[in-house]
Every structure is written in C-alpha cells, then in structure tokens.
C-alpha cells in the first residue's frame, strides 16, 4: 500500500478542504489561478506522476492524461456528476477507481434549469438589455417584452434521471399540462397523480409534442448530437429548447440555423460546446438565446457537498474503505 500517496488537484478548492486533504496526501497543487489547460495538466502529472486526481468537469482526463500517470495512478476523484469527460474504456484496462458526486448537486441543478427556462422564456437577457440601452418606455405595445407562457403548456425531459425528475417536481405548480419523457427506459410512478402527468415517449413524439424541451441526460455515443438539423425540423416552430446536460448533446451549428430560422423560438444553455465558449461565437449574437456559464451546480450547499464527497471518496479509498460514491465502471 501506499504510505503518503500523492494526489494532484487541477482546479482551486475551499481550503478547508485542502487542509484535511494534507493530513494524508502529498499535495501537487499550487499555482492554479485559472483552470488548467490540458497540456499544462498533461506536463504536471509527467513531471511528478500522482496516485490521484482530483478535478472538475472542465478537465479532460482522456487517455493520454491517465497513460501519463502510468501505473502509479490508482484513483480519479470526479467533482462531478457526469463522467464524459473520462476515458472509462482506459480507466478499465489499468484498474483505475473512480469516484464521484452525485445526489448532492441535484436540486441546484434542477434550481438552475428552472432559472434558465424562466429566464429563456421571459426574455430576460435581453429585458435587462432595453433597461441598459434607454429602450425602456420606447414602445406602447401591449405585447412588448412579452414572453412563452408556460400554463398549460407540454414539457418534455429528455432522461428523467435524478436531475430530470426534480425538474418535473419544480415545474409541477406552474400549472403546466403534462410532462412527457424520454429516455432508456420508463420509470414507475405509484401516486395516481403522476401516472396521469408522466408519459414516456419516443424521442420523435416528445420533439413534435413539447412546447418546452428540457435536456438532463447524459452525454454518451447515443445522446451526442441528438439535437440535430433532423431533430430542430421536428420541434414546434414555437418550442424553447434548454440545456443543462452537456453542450455535446447539442449539434452547436444546427442549433444555430434552427434559432435564426425561426425552426424553434428560443434556447437556454448552461453547457456549451466549446466551453468557455469564445467571445465571438455565433450564438452570442443571438437574441433568443441565453447562455449561462455552465453555472449548474453553482451554489454554496452543492459546491461544498461536492467537495467534501471527492475528499471522503479519496480518504476512504486509499484507506481500504468503500468510497462514499464510486462510479461502477464495469456496469457501463
Ligand atoms: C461541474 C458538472 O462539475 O456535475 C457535473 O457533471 O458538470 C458540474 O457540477 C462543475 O461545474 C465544475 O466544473
């Protein structure tokens, strides 16, 4: 076993986190003002191959940088939900454990989802434009500013996972009609209540049905680019897409034509494809489309639970004890 195994952290944590992480490991973290890039990951993990990593999202942690550990990486500690961003396959081969943090993150992100369909379908960015702009007061048309009602209306979830289903919770006392899903397979509902709101459909009926589409799956070889030019010709000209998932789920250029076409009528993204996107992308020049800084589980509660999982998940691991949350590899 390992008697101070090294662990290397990409990304700037709380330090109170830090500190208990000190008592066991041997630290590579220092000097990290802003996020890493893949080659600067890359050449730190060369330069003093570590046991552990520790790392968001935004990390890219594929072959190359789990080959650069070589046998000594033993453990991937996930400060997230998703896992996309792991060469599982790699992982596999060499035996690695991976850890990671779901549950936690759950309704801040379906919080955040609820605040990016509010925002998308009330026109918010651009509202709080006019104020800025001197344009508030300019028009006496009734239906200036107006925004997608949401009453009555059909929502559709594409994956009604953990995240998926507190979205539907959330959007129960906006007196919406009924929510279809979509998905791998139907959930059972016991309460008569949800039998009646909840009906699981094929991803065609949902777009063609949905006059709001919300994205919580999970990105993998099926969900990529789900959203495409084929899928945006299916939607309600008058649909609001949402994403929360993962910008790869969304075809970034088809989503562009079908916004500027009129094909559907608004999107709000908290995830994007690159990310961070430029500041010269396309989508930015967009009116109807508000984007959101993948800001999904960016709140204090979630943050810290997050954190404190990756550092129970890291103790217990390299202390013989089941991680509070360990990603079950061989089952995916
Ligand atoms: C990120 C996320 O981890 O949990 C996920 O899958 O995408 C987020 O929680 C977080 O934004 C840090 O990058």
């Known amino acids: 076993s390992i008697i101070r195994p090294r662990l290397f952290i990409t990304f700037q944590m709380s330090s109170q986190f830090i500190r208990s992480l000190k008592r066991v490991f041997d630290l590579d973290y220092q000097d990290i003002p802003a996020c890493l890039s893949h080659e600067q990951i890359l050449s730190r993990i060369r330069a003093n191959p570590p046991n552990a990593i520790l790392f968001p999202a935004t990390a890219k942690i594929d072959k190359e940088v789990i080959s650069a550990g070589g046998d000594k990486l033993k453990m991937l500690a996930a400060f997230s939900v998703g896992y996309n961003h792991i060469d599982i396959k790699e992982c596999k081969k060499r035996s690695i454990s991976i850890g990671y943090t779901p549950g936690v993150l759950t309704d801040t992100t379906a919080d955040s989802a609820i605040t990016l369909l509010l925002a998308t379908s009330r026109r918010i960015a651009e509202a709080m434009r006019t104020v800025r702009n001197g344009e508030w007061g300019t028009s006496s048309d009734?239906?200036?500013?107006?925004?997608?009602?949401?009453?009555?209306?059909?929502?559709?979830?594409v994956?009604?996972?953990r995240i998926g289903l507190a979205i539907a919770r959330r959007l129960q006392p906006f007196s919406i009609q009924r929510i279809l899903y979509s998905g791998t397979c139907e959930k059972y509902f016991d309460s008569d209540n949800d039998k009646k709101l909840f009906k699981f459909v094929q991803f065609e009926e949902l777009l063609h049905e949905s006059d709001f589409v919300i994205i919580a799956c999970a990105l993998n070889e099926k969900t990529t680019n789900m959203f495409n030019k084929k899928a945006f010709e299916q939607m309600k000209n008058d649909a609001i897409l949402i994403n929360i998932a993962r910008g790869g789920i969304v075809d970034q250029d088809a989503l562009y034509d079908a916004l500027k076409n009129g094909q559907i009528r608004a999107a709000g993204l908290d995830v994007t494809v690159p990310e961070p996107l430029p500041t010269d992308h396309p989508l930015l020049t967009l009116e109807n489309c508000t984007i959101f800084p993948h800001i999904g589980s960016a709140d204090e509660y979630a943050r810290h639970q997050m954190a404190q999982i990756c550092v129970d998940n890291l103790l217990n691991f390299f202390s013989g004890k089941p991680m509070v949350h360990q990603l079950q590899i061989d089952k995916l």
């Open 159 to 161: 994956g009604l996972g």
């Open 142 to 157: 009734m239906m200036w500013m107006c925004g997608k009602p949401l009453i009555n209306s059909t929502i559709g979830i």
